[in-house]
């Protein structure tokens, strides 16, 4: 099998995909990986040999999409303030900051694939954002808002996020959460501003719809 390379990651990516809305957002246009499509189901070490980390940005996580329409019904949450989407896949969420009116959206990824994906899903939406990929955890660049969708998956990892973001919303920033009840979720400090009944793959999810809330860290 062929090793990707930088210069084939568009192609891949435009191969394995389909341009649609996710169900829940449908003002936003993404390159997303369907039913049809075997992407996901691959195995590890196939993706490995053609150097392709976990496709999580061919799929519009519940989370995700919580965070992201709830932005577009609530612009207030992000206009005119420089928003950070951590984490942030697909870009769903950084596309609809932007076209909820944030002055800066930035979407942040440590997966290279990301950068592609998240440019070629801009495109589709006649949007600007810009692509952080280095590991922001523990930073600080002055952010309004922080936007993140499904990241307490991994007990390790939200160690890391919770200082973070205790640290991040301490000086004065805003940071929502959307968790369609992933394990690793804080138990207490955050406050529940929506519920939604999300439709998500069977491919990825034990149930074809997620019921996914916007947290906000209090």
Known sequence: MTKLTPGSAKKFILD???LMAPLHVPEVLLHLADEAHD??????????EIGLPPPFWAFAWAGGQGLARYVLD?????????????ASGSGLVAIAATKAGAAQAIAADIDPFCETAIALNLEAN??????????????DDGWDVVLAG???YDEAFAARLKPWFAGLRARGAEILVGDPGRAYLPRTGLQ????YQVPV????????????????LA
Do not use: H, Q, Y
């Not at 609530?74 to 951590?86: E, Q, S, Y």
């Open 126 to 139: 006649a949007v600007n954002a810009e692509f952080l990929g280095t590991d922001c955890v523990g930073s």
């Open 39 to 48: 992407l996901w189901l691959r195995t590890e070490e196939e993706l490995a």
């Open 74 to 86: 609530n612009p207030g949450t992000v206009r005119g303030k420089r928003v950070l989407d951590f």
């Open 16 to 18: 394995n995909t389909a």
């Open 150 to 152: 499904d990241v307490f």
């Open 201 to 216: 793959t069977r491919v990825l999810e034990d149930a074809e719809v997620k019921r996914t809330t916007v947290w906000r």
């Open 192 to 195: 529940s501003l929506a519920v």
